[in-house]
């Protein structure tokens, strides 16, 4: 060969390399701009031509997706004014006021309560400094039963002077509300309109629990329950409705999960601008059990945002320990939602 073909060679090589390492480039900034859409070349605005609040909202994703943008293949647009997500980290209380076996909400006097729920929102703080902490309240408004009781859907709904508690003990720690909803046998979004005079409250959210769903007519606690996406879609879309009617922030949706039976058809779940929807990983045990789950149900079947919950006493009665806030933070994505039950 001659050294000019040699050459010629050598120049359509490089030529070839440059296309290819063009077009990552391209698909990489058009994922970290507008999710999967791949922009033909010369369509990608510059950084510095974005509205302010998308280059937040796009710098708070490569923050919680640890710069890997192009992975996390859920595009969405930036939130609606008022939203809290990911502009916040949510640190949550869960539990039920008439029981201190269902988590720590209920497990201790309400000072002591709402004083150490302010200091793991601290931990959060200084683990992630990025995004502030917003504390929570998620209280189990309904609850799954054994028993079918005088409705015969094996729930039990808590008298609104209950929740109202629950209301006011988060307005004195500046703290929001999620009430949780476990069907039984009834249907998540007949319990969600039930709720709707607290859903119309901006500071009110909602949680969903598959686990408790008995599609099947067993009795809750039996088995693992489940639900389909268009259960989590009809309630997102009541929420949505909400949110317009009475012109409030977005709300946001919590789906808690931890098998891949408790949510069906992932794909089809719908994202609305006015419903922020995070998947919350429920399950207790060890630490790498805990992170199969979440990477598994959570990271690897994605819907909007990730959430993960921390059992102070299951996690380590089943061999496992408390994680800390700087182990969570390493999972990818970063949660925003963090539960403590």
């Not at 040699?6 to 970290?32: D, M, P, T, W």
């Not at 605005?45 to 609040?53: G, I």
Request: proline share 7%.
């Amino acid at each position: 060969m001659t050294r000019r073909k040699i050459i010629l060679l050598a120049f359509f090589i490089h030529l070839l390399f440059v296309l290819a390492c063009s077009r990552e480039k391209v698909q990489y900034n058009a994922a970290g701009i507008e999710g999967h859409i791949v922009i033909p070349p010369g369509k990608i605005p510059p950084e510095d031509s974005l509205p302010p609040e998308r280059l937040q909202y796009t710098d708070i994703m490569r923050h919680l997706l640890h710069g890997q943008l192009s992975k996390w293949p859920v595009q969405t647009d930036t939130p609606l004014p008022g939203a809290l997500l990911p502009y916040h980290r949510v640190v949550a209380y869960y539990g039920n006021l008439y029981s201190a076996q269902m988590g720590i909400l209920g497990a201790l006097q309400r000072d002591t309560m709402l004083s150490r729920l302010k200091e793991e929102a601290r931990k959060w703080e200084a683990a992630d400094s990025l995004l502030p902490v917003l504390p929570a309240l998620h209280y189990v408004a309904v609850t799954a039963q054994r028993l079918p009781g005088n409705s015969r859907q094996y729930r039990l709904r808590m008298p609104f002077s209950e929740i109202d508690k629950a209301l006011e003990m988060a307005r004195s720690a500046k703290a929001i509300v999620f009430l949780d909803i476990q069907t039984g046998h009834s249907a998540a979004i007949v319990e969600a309109k039930a709720l709707a005079e607290y859903l119309m409250q901006p500071d009110v959210h909602l949680g969903i629990d598959p686990e408790y769903n008995m599609k099947n007519g067993e009795v809750p606690c039996s088995v693992i329950g489940t639900m389909d996406a268009a259960d989590i879609n009809e309630v997102s879309a009541f929420l949505a409705e909400l949110v317009q009617r009475y012109e409030l922030p977005p709300k946001i949706l919590v789906v808690h999960r931890f098998t891949q039976a408790m949510v069906t058809n992932y794909r089809s779940i719908q994202l609305r601008p006015e419903v922020q929807i995070v998947m919350n990983m429920d399950g207790f045990g060890g630490v790498a059990k805990k992170k199969d789950s979440y990477n598994a149900w959570i990271a690897g079947q994605p819907v909007q945002f990730t959430g993960f919950k921390l059992f102070y006493r299951n996690d380590v009665r089943t061999g496992g320990r408390l994680m800390q806030p700087e182990e969570v933070l390493r999972l990818y994505p970063s949660p925003v939602y963090i539960q403590y039950q």
